[in-house]
């Protein structure tokens, strides 16, 4: 049995280091309280208490377990000794909180960081220094910058301020990058012009040096739309067909118009081709500042084409990023695997939704794409319309959406200098999201012991403690000068400002968000009436709380301009570390506290049996009240001789939710070859990953894609989300 020391790194249990500290503890008074036997009995128990949590207790939490049973044994004299000496020794730990983490993390030995982020490799030397000055980063912004009492519900996992490491930094969360701007009107990248692109292909190459240059910029996700690059389609055709018409007349041929149409529409489909592959390889194979690829989402959305002819060559660059998705890439075996990124998002349409209109073909390809790789996620154009105000748009990397443009309707003119603004043309290319600030929804309900009218003012004193860490993000990035970032700021990913020109109009006015994140739901509403919110008092019950985070919401935004929206926070390790607070103040209470991981957002719990359109209806009702970003799936076995199935998902996804996906497997053993489901098995108190095929159990020799909250990761979990993992039920 393993334990997780203050370093991060793992240990092996060790009983006798807890009788012996409780013996130093005892021997230290005038008189000994404790007996030999009860020492032991302390001991034994807590071993025991580590052993039920399937996953392996941190110094803290056995320390905690001490001091409660001496406690409960009546010794409270050695508890107070006991309690001093742990005070003592954090008081010297203090003069120091970071070199432990950062010497571990350089001999790859901290559990906690090599499982923070499934898309990073903590052996990596890139990721490596990202993580070091992300410690750095950390500490200062713990010790320096944020107020004691944000810092300390952080701790206690009351709330989750995220992205501490990069706070220190004037650096925003996600956004959506204006690529038409700079591809139409040019930009620079390295103190470099770049002029508008004269071909596909190069379009494409210059898509992935500006999404490179981004990601380097800001920590969050970042998208971009295929129909910024779909009118060079058609540059690329008008330059092939001068092309072959200047190759015909030098051999002294004079091709009929159909022969002439189907040369270049054929040499068309190769340069297509090749700026697809340009975009889906370097995406995956970039490195960015921040030790990972970058977090890119691309939109696919038929209906964003300005006209017929771009539509046509929109949903040929569809078609072939489908079908090159589908093909996969290449693991060191030479094996096709499920890539992380860039996630793909598939808009469905009244003109492709159902069998017998016109670009359904390309939805059955995103159907079988789904089935092989997990991805395209799916937008209903008419569920997003009905609640984003009539328009259409893509999230900001996995779920983060921006609000109903408010600020071209008041007259605010082009805010970012943008170089394609259209009057009276609402904007969501080149907007952001300022942070996020998380309410932990189970801890609420808990502390309240029950009681609602104690719940609800609860609620509202951990509101005013999220608005207040909301407000330190947002003036953290007041006064941020233009020059910290050109390529978003100057260059036209976000805005085009003038060098040394700060960028505060851009937090108001609504042109960018901030975000009120929330986890839990499902448990809170189970503690607080005994029910899943998928029953009628449930979901009562569960929609007033979200509610309640909407209210929240508008009255800030009416009393500051600030754009807060609510958040369905896309927990990774987080859940991991809500799930062993929440037990450390509360124990294990059933159904709520007695996992190792809390439910995503207003998700129904992985546990629960549920099919996939009642699970998708009953979402919805929720993701109407997550306007800042929410995104439901479904989990479904090998459904790639199904594709029926996979439509008839999709086509109610069209006619009930906004955005949601369908989760599947897709692992392969390096070992032995089996490219099946590899499981997540129990071995000395510790979920590992296990071929079961050949037994193989080594992460490095194994290829294991799963969806973790939203997006796609490939370097593995934390105990608590694997335990979420191997939790999950199938829809279908």
């Not at 395209?376 to 984003?388: A, G, N, T, V």
Request: charged residues 25%; glycine residues 6%.
């Amino acid at each position: 049995m393993k334990i997780i020391k203050r370093n991060g790194t793992e240990a092996e249990f060790d009983v006798q280091k807890i009788e012996i500290a409780i013996g130093k503890a005892n021997d230290a008074g005038t008189v000994r309280e404790l007996e030999e036997g009860q020492i032991s009995a302390i001991a034994e128990g807590i071993e025991k208490r580590c052993q039920e949590q399937q996953r392996a207790a941190s110094v803290e939490e056995i320390q905690d377990m001490v001091e409660t049973e001496i406690m409960k044994a009546g010794a409270f004299d050695v508890a107070r000794r006991y309690i001093r000496y742990r005070y003592n020794r954090t008081l010297a730990r203090k003069a120091n909180t970071t070199d432990d983490r950062i010497l571990s993390l350089l001999e790859c030995s901290n559990e906690e960081i090599k499982q923070e982020n499934s898309n990073k490799d903590p052996v990596v030397n890139s990721v490596q220094r990202d993580y070091m000055a992300g410690e750095v980063s950390r500490d200062i912004t713990a010790r320096l910058l944020l107020p004691e009492d944000i810092m300390k519900a952080d701790r206690e996992g009351i709330i989750h301020f995220h992205d501490s490491d990069y706070y220190a930094q004037h650096m925003h969360n996600c956004d959506l990058v204006n690529l038409e701007d700079m591809l139409q009107n040019g930009t620079v990248i390295s103190e470099t012009y770049i002029e508008k692109p004269h071909s596909f292909s190069t379009a494409c190459n210059i898509a992935t040096q500006i999404i490179a240059q981004v990601a380097s910029n800001q920590y969050g996700g970042q998208s971009i739309s295929l129909a910024h690059l779909a009118p060079f389609v058609d540059v690329s055709r008008k330059k092939i067909h001068a092309d072959v018409l200047k190759e015909a007349e030098a051999m002294g041929a004079k091709p009929s118009e159909e022969v002439l149409t189907e040369i270049v529409e054929k040499r068309l489909r190769k340069e297509i081709e090749k700026g697809i592959q340009t975009i889906q390889y370097q995406v995956i194979t970039l490195m960015t500042t921040n030790g990972q690829a970058p977090f890119l989402t691309v939109f696919m959305y038929l209906n964003e084409a300005r006209n017929l002819q771009e539509k046509h060559d929109l949903a040929l660059c569809i078609e072939e990023m489908l079908r090159q998705r589908i093909r996969g890439v290449k693991n060191e075996k030479g094996v096709w695997i499920t890539p992380a990124f860039p996630k793909l998002i598939y808009v469905l349409e009244e003109d492709n939704v159902r069998e017998g209109t016109e670009y359904f073909g390309l939805t059955e390809l995103a159907a079988r794409c789904t089935a092989k790789r997990m991805v395209p996620d799916y937008i209903s154009e008419k569920i997003m319309k009905q609640l984003k105000g009539g328009d259409v748009y893509p999230c900001m990397g996995c779920r983060s959406f921006l609000t109903p443009d408010r600020f071209t309707d008041a007259g605010k003119g082009n805010m970012a200098e943008a170089g394609n603004y259209v009057p009276g043309r609402h904007k969501y290319y080149g907007r952001f999201n300022q942070g996020v600030v998380t309410i932990n929804l189970v801890d609420a309900a808990c502390s309240s012991g029950k009681d609602e009218n104690y719940f609800w003012k609860l609620m509202d004193e951990r509101l005013e403690l999220c608005h207040k860490a909301l407000r330190l993000r947002h003036e953290r990035l007041l006064g941020t000068p233009s020059d910290v970032a050109p390529i978003l700021w100057q260059n036209g990913a976000l805005a085009r400002l003038k060098k040394g020109e700060v960028i505060d109009r851009l937090l108001y006015d609504g042109y960018s968000t901030i975000s009120l994140g929330y986890a839990g739901l499902a448990e809170c509403v189970y503690y607080m009436k005994g029910v899943s919110h998928t029953s009628e008092e449930g979901e009562k019950f569960g929609l007033a709380v979200m509610q309640a985070l909407n209210d929240a919401c508008a009255k800030w935004k009416k009393a500051e301009n600030i754009d807060y929206s609510v958040y369905g926070t896309p927990l990774e390790s987080t859940t991991y570390k809500f799930a062993k607070c929440l037990q450390r103040r509360f124990g294990e209470i059933p159904n709520v506290t007695d996992h190792n991981y809390i439910t995503n957002s207003y998700h129904i719990s992985v546990r629960e049996n549920i099919d996939a359109f009642s699970k998708l209806e009953k979402e919805a009702r929720f993701q109407k009240l997550s306007p800042g970003g929410a995104i439901s799936y479904v989990e479904v076995p090998n459904m790639q001789n199904n594709i029926k199935a996979v439509l008839d998902v999709m086509q109610f996804i069209y006619d009930t939710i906004l955005y949601a996906e369908l989760n599947t497997k897709s692992d392969y053993c390096q070992v032995c070859g089996f490219d099946g489901e590899i499981r997540i098995v129990e071995k000395d108190g510790k979920l590992v990953w296990r071929c079961p095929n050949c037994g193989n159990e080594d992460q490095s020799k194994m290829n294991v894609a799963r969806r973790t909250c939203g997006y796609i990761g490939t370097q593995f979990w934390n105990q608590g989300r694997t335990q979420e993992i191997r939790d999950r039920v199938l829809h279908l």
